[in-house]
């Protein structure tokens, strides 16, 4: 058997560094390795090879996608000195790391060389650059240029090709101080403006960049900034640390900082005319302050002087600015309603009782997260029948309950109704969906499968006015009962990452669309607060192409818009005004619509009694749908007597006499005695609502008691 330490085509296998156990990598790879094995994440979406000046293996890094985040693994092989084996692992090169691509650096010598942040943009780099450049990278992220081996780049001329961000900038000058004593001119290419967070050569690929086009994006690079490399103390890096940041909170002065009651920090910036509100820890403000630092100082400052800037701004906010309401979507500032239409010049519209405009600077402080999109500038001149044929609700009940949706959803506090739409396959769900959505809060993903838990749900409703769940099959318990308590406001807390006692506290309230084939109301609270609109089916003479509905959408959508905020003016002009026969659940939602409908020209009490119509539909399938509320329905018809009364065992040994095998079996029928006292609690509004009593109570014994309406009683 040959030595797998001898020497390989009369070079030594390279042992870069020992680790105490004895181990030691082996570059390049020998032809004598073992396969390299899989790794426990799965089949990687991305492999690099790494390779030596003549070609020869090296490692590889792996990328892999999961559930929406990426990671990435180096795969390296090893020696085992002790028992002369040879084995793969996955870690990273010991210092100094090779860069990918010395095969392509060697094959062009004297070329200029463009360095990217990141195996895939390099790839994409040489796929793009001109014939006389050739592209390399350092492994292991923005965070370890200084670990790399940057010697194979002395003489030649560099240009740094950062990711669009604070931390793409930071490694840009990193690698530029580090190449600046060897290198024969560093340069640094100034992404687009208009470019998006992270953008990089990847996505110039991805956007049909042309080799001419970024051939002139390298002409344009500045010359680095970048100083000798760190020869000073750690004490002298952190005096220019603090040198840059006094440079920049100079330049900061003036700026209009607050904060909201949960304690999060903001800033008003004034930006080409008007003003924006962003939180100090958002990407937005990061970026918009290392800009402002390359314009005020002539460079981007590091990632850590950036940090220091934003915790003193932090501080300053929090304990020494005033406090405001941070408002998404809509707002309120005295007795008017405003609107963000999410424009670049951050307009909004005014809603007065005596009408509405366009202002170009609202009173409220709106801010604005990543995937908000924009509203059309809304026109007066049309009625809300306008939005009537293109919608295909099977009845004019439904399309007042949708427009109620609405009206309550542009208000800026609740309570606010789930919008549930059912209908079958092909009748447009998903479409009236994001129709609805586009009329109160545009985003670029409008409606999202269902979260998988609390947080997630939490995450999209503090992060959007409006929740839209598409083709649901079913709703969990916990959703069920998460949604309720989004609907009409309520608090969530979960523990802080990377802590055991800190809490998190979070209070929504957000409007909430669901739609799905089957009933999605079987539980009596979540139907407490539903409107049940059914969608027709949609005949083929019927049908239209699905770019013209979009087109038409769009050309009607102001003017739409127009009319819900008719509605709201009205509202606020009546509201006060508005007294209700009775107050159900949603007697606040039922009282703003009401004021509203002289705005929406319906005639009064039209609303309610559409409600009321909608609100006994709902209550008879979630009654339907409830096993115990139906079994002791059938109990009580089956007998002579009104009033029963008896212990938890007691009935639920008479009431599985009244339910299938089926249903005695499922997961909806209480096993035990104190199961069907907790179901008790939840079936009691649903029997109430059919004329039932039940009173529970404890003597002896836990008693209950159902008291059936006359006219469920057997005749005897």
Request: proline share 6%.
């Amino acid at each position: 058997m040959s030595d797998p330490f001898a020497p390989l085509g009369g070079k030594p296998a390279s042992t870069l560094a020992n680790d105490p156990a004895g181990r030691g990598i082996v570059v390049p790879v020998p032809s004598s390795a073992p396969s390299a094995p899989s790794h426990p994440l799965g089949k990687p979406s991305a492999t690099w090879r790494y390779a030596d000046a003549s070609g020869a293996l090296l490692g590889y890094v792996h990328r892999f996608d999961q559930d929406g985040d990426k990671q990435f693994r180096p795969q390296t092989l090893w020696a085992d000195h002790a028992r002369s084996t040879l084995e793969w692992r996955f870690e990273s090169w010991p210092s100094p790391r090779p860069l990918y691509g010395l095969d392509r650096l060697a094959a062009k010598s004297g070329a200029p060389v463009v360095v990217t942040e990141g195996e895939k943009a390099c790839d994409a780099a040489a796929r793009l650059l001109p014939a006389g450049f050739v592209a390399v990278t350092s492994p292991n992220g923005s965070r370890s240029a200084k670990k790399a081996d940057w010697a194979p780049l002395a003489g030649r001329h560099v240009i740094i090709w950062p990711d669009a961000d604070a931390a793409g900038l930071e490694y840009a000058e990193s690698v530029a101080s580090i190449l600046a004593p060897i290198a024969a001119s560093v340069r640094i290419v100034s992404p687009p403006e208009s470019c998006t967070e992270g953008w990089d050569a990847a996505n110039a690929e991805a956007e049909g960049w042309t080799t001419a086009r970024v051939a002139a994006l390298i002409d344009n690079a500045r010359v680095g900034h970048a100083s000798k490399p760190e020869q000073t103390a750690e004490a002298g890096e952190r005096k220019r640390r603090e040198s840059r940041s006094d440079a920049l909170m100079a330049a900061l002065e003036g700026l209009a900082l607050w904060h909201d009651a949960d304690h999060v920090a903001y800033a008003t910036i004034e930006i080409a005319g008007h003003a924006e509100n962003w939180a100090l820890k958002s990407q937005a403000f990061r970026r918009w302050l290392a800009n402002l630092s390359r314009l005020k100082t002539g460079q981007v400052i590091s990632s850590s002087t950036l940090e220091d800037v934003i915790r003193t701004l932090e501080a300053i906010a929090i304990n020494e600015c005033p406090r405001h309401t941070a408002c998404l979507r809509v707002g309120r500032h005295g007795a008017n309603c405003y609107l963000d239409l999410c424009d670049d010049t951050w307009r909004a519209v005014e809603i007065t009782a005596h009408g509405w405009k366009v202002v170009e600077r609202p009173p409220v402080k709106f801010i604005r997260t990543p995937a908000m999109r924009a509203l059309p500038e809304p026109e007066p001149g049309e009625g809300i029948e306008i939005f009537r044929d293109l919608v295909n609700v099977k009845d004019d009940d439904s399309f007042k309950l949708v427009v109620a949706f609405m009206v309550a959803a542009l208000r800026d506090r609740g309570p606010y109704p789930v919008l549930v739409v059912n209908g079958e396959q092909g009748t447009g769900k998903s479409v009236f969906s994001r129709m609805v959505r586009g009329l109160i809060d545009p985003s670029a993903a409008p409606i999202r499968a269902a979260p998988k838990d609390d947080r997630d749900l939490i995450v999209s409703a503090m992060n959007s006015k409006v929740l839209a769940f598409d083709n649901l099959s079913s709703v969990p318990n916990w959703l069920s009962d998460a949604l309720c308590r989004i609907a009409t406001g309520g608090g969530f807390a979960t523990r802080m990452l990377h802590t055991d006692r800190d809490e998190v506290i979070c209070e929504v309230q957000s409007p909430v669309i669901l739609n799905g084939i089957p009933s999605l109301t079987d539980r009596a609270d979540l139907a407490d607060r539903a409107l049940n609109v059914h969608l027709r089916v949609i005949p083929e003479s019927k049908r239209r192409p699905e770019d013209a509905l979009w087109e038409d959408y769009h050309k009607r959508q102001p003017l739409i818009l127009g009319a819900l905020l008719d509605a709201i003016s009205a509202g606020l002009r009546n509201v006060a005004s508005v007294k209700l026969d009775r107050l159900p659940r949603m007697a606040d939602f039922m009282k703003w619509v009401t004021a509203a409908e002289s705005g929406l020209g319906w005639e009064s009490g039209e609303f309610v009694a559409a409600y009321t119509r909608n609100r006994v539909e709902v209550a008879d399938g979630a009654f339907e749908a409830d096993a115990v509320a139906v079994a002791i329905r059938d109990f009580m018809r089956a007998g002579t007597e009104q009033v029963w009364t008896g212990t938890a065992t007691e009935l639920l040994g008479r009431l599985a006499n009244h339910a299938t095998d089926t249903i005695r079996k499922s997961r909806a029928w209480p096993a035990t005695a104190s199961g069907l006292g907790n179901r008790l609690d939840r079936a009691a509004p649903l029997l109430r609502a059919k004329g039932f009593t039940i009173d529970r109570r404890k003597s002896d014994a836990r008693l209950i008691s159902i008291i059936a309406p006359n006219d469920d009683v057997a005749p005897i």
